[in-house]
C-alpha cells in the first residue's frame, strides 16, 4: 500500500461531511502551530543577530547551516566549498543532500533533483570505486525515479560498508517505489540503527525513511511517529512537515495537518506548496472561500504551474462559478500544450470540467475548439476516450433556437 502524495481529487467527489469548521481549525492549529514553534523562532531571531557568513566557509558551516534546517545556506555554502575543494566527497553529499531536501520544499524546486543526480553521476564516472561517492549517489538516483539501478549500487555499496547510511536509506526508498514494502522497513529499521550509532546528523532522515515505510504498510500512527521523531532532529526541514500532515490525513485528522501546514507557512511565508495543500484541504471541508483564497495565491504566485489553475478552476466549478471556472481551467489546458506534456501525462480534467462549464454557459465557442482538442489527443495517444457527444456535436450547439412565443 503506497499512498499518492499528489493530493488530487475527483471533480464530483466530497469526502467530508463536515462544513464551516475551517475558521475554527485555523485558530487551534495556528495555536499549536505557535507553541511548537516559539523556541524555533527565538533560534532563528538569535541566529539572525549573531551568525554571518563566515570569511572563510568550512564544511562544519555547511553542517550547522543543515542542522539548522536552513536549507538555502548550506547550499550556499557547500557550492562555495565545492568551487574550492572539487574533489571533497564530504562536500558532495552536503550539497547532494541539500537540494535533494530543497526539492521537496515547494512546487518550483523539482530542477533540484536533477542537479544533485549530474553531480553524483560526474563524481561516480570519476570515481567510481569512492563508497561515499557511491553511497550519495544511490540517494540521488531514488531521487529521481531510478530505482533499479538505486538498488544495485546501494547493494554494491553496502558489501564494502554495512554502516553506508546514504545507500541504506536509498535502497529502502527503492525497495518502497518498488513494492517491496517489508524489505523497505527492514531497511529502514537498519538506517536508524547506523544513524543512532554512528552517523547522529542522519537521524532526521533514517527516521523520514522508517516513517514512508511504514505508510506504504499502512501504519500511518507509526509512520506519524517516527516523522515526529524526524522533526526533533531537525524542525525546520520542511518535507519532514510535509509528510506528517500527510500522514494525519490518511487517518481524518484534519486539524494536525492543517497545523503542520501553518509550520511550513510560518518558516517560509511565501510558501505555495503548502498553500496548495490547504486548497486542497478547505475543499474537502467544503469551505470553499477559504480553497478559492489558498489556490488563489497559488497561481498569483506560480501562475505557470497547470496544477494550481485545475485545484482553483474545480473549486469555481464546485461552487457554481462557471465562468471563472471556464477560464481557470483555460489557463490549464494551455499551459500543460504550451508546456510539452506528453499526452498521456496531462491532467484531463482540465478539459473535461472545462467543458461542462462552458456548456452550463451556452458557450459553443469554447466548447467546440476544446471537444475538437481532446479528440484529437484521443487519436494522437492511447488514452481511454472519456468525453464524447454525439455525432452532431453538442445539442446545445446544434439545436436550433426556438422561435420567439407570441
Not at 516559539?38 to 555547511?62: G, K, S, Y
Not at 561515499?132 to 538505486?150: C, M, P, R, W, Y
Not at 495517444?381 to 472519456?386: F, M, N
Request: one cysteine or more; charged letters at 25%.
Amino acid at each position: 500500500m503506497r499512498i499518492n502524495r499528489d493530493n488530487s481529487q475527483s471533480a464530483y467527489r466530497r469526502r467530508s461531511r463536515f462544513g464551516g469548521c475551517l475558521p475554527t481549525l485555523m485558530v487551534i492549529s495556528i495555536m499549536l502551530g505557535t507553541g511548537f514553534l516559539a523556541r524555533d523562532w527565538i533560534r532563528e531571531w538569535t541566529l539572525r543577530w549573531l551568525q554571518t557568513a563566515p570569511e572563510d566557509v568550512t564544511l562544519r558551516d555547511a553542517q550547522l547551516a543543515f542542522a539548522y534546517g536552513d536549507i538555502e545556506r548550506t547550499i550556499q555554502y557547500a557550492q562555495q566549498l565545492r568551487e574550492e575543494e572539487p574533489n571533497n566527497q564530504d562536500v558532495l553529499v552536503m550539497l547532494v543532500r541539500a537540494l535533494i531536501y530543497r526539492s521537496y520544499s515547494d512546487i518550483n524546486n523539482e530542477v533540484d533533483r536533477s542537479r544533485a543526480l549530474q553531480l553524483t553521476q560526474q563524481a561516480f564516472d570519476q570515481f567510481p570505486l569512492d563508497n561515499t561517492v557511491t553511497g550519495i549517489h544511490t540517494f540521488a538516483l531514488q531521487a529521481n525515479g531510478e530505482s533499479d539501478e538505486a538498488v544495485r549500487l546501494a547493494l554494491r555499496a553496502i558489501l564494502r560498508d554495512e554502516n553506508s547510511i546514504t545507500a541504506r536509506l536509498a535502497l529502502s526508498l527503492s525497495y518502497g517505489s518498488r513494492g517491496i514494502f517489508d524489505a523497505a522497513l527492514r531497511e529502514s529499521e537498519r538506517a536508524v540503527q547506523i544513524a543512532n550509532e554512528s552517523a547522529l546528523d542522519w537521524r532526521a532522515d533514517a527516521y523520514r525513511v522508517l516513517a514512508i515505510a511504514h505508510s506504504d504498510l499502512g501504519d500511518y500512527q507509526e509512520a506519524a511517529q517516527a516523522i515526529d521523531q524526524a522533526i526533533d532532529y531537525n524542525r525546520r526541514l520542511l518535507p519532514l512537515h510535509f509528510e506528517r500532515a500527510l500522514y494525519a490525513l490518511q487517518v481524518g485528522d484534519n486539524d494536525t495537518a492543517t497545523a503542520y501546514y501553518f509550520n511550513v507557512i510560518a518558516f517560509d511565508d511565501d510558501n505555495v506548496k503548502a498553500r496548495f495543500r490547504l486548497c486542497e484541504l478547505s475543499s474537502t471541508l467544503r469551505e470553499g472561500n477559504a480553497a478559492i483564497e489558498y489556490c488563489s495565491f497559488v497561481t498569483d504566485n506560480a501562475p505557470g504551474w497547470s496544477d494550481g489553475w485545475y485545484q482553483l478552476g474545480r473549486e469555481h466549478f464546485l461552487q457554481g462559478h462557471f465562468a471563472a471556472a471556464r477560464d481557470a481551467l483555460g489557463r490549464c489546458t494551455t499551459l500543460q500544450v504550451a508546456q510539452g506534456i506528453p499526452i498521456e501525462e496531462r491532467r484531463f480534467e482540465c478539459w473535461y470540467i472545462q467543458g461542462q462549464a462552458a456548456e452550463v454557459l451556452g458557450d459553443c465557442d469554447t466548447l467546440l475548439p476544446l471537444y475538437a482538442d481532446f479528440q484529437q489527443m484521443v487519436t494522437e495517444a492511447d488514452i481511454v476516450q472519456t468525453w464524447t457527444y454525439p455525432p452532431e456535436g453538442p445539442s446545445i450547439c446544434t439545436d436550433p433556437i426556438p422561435e420567439p412565443q407570441g
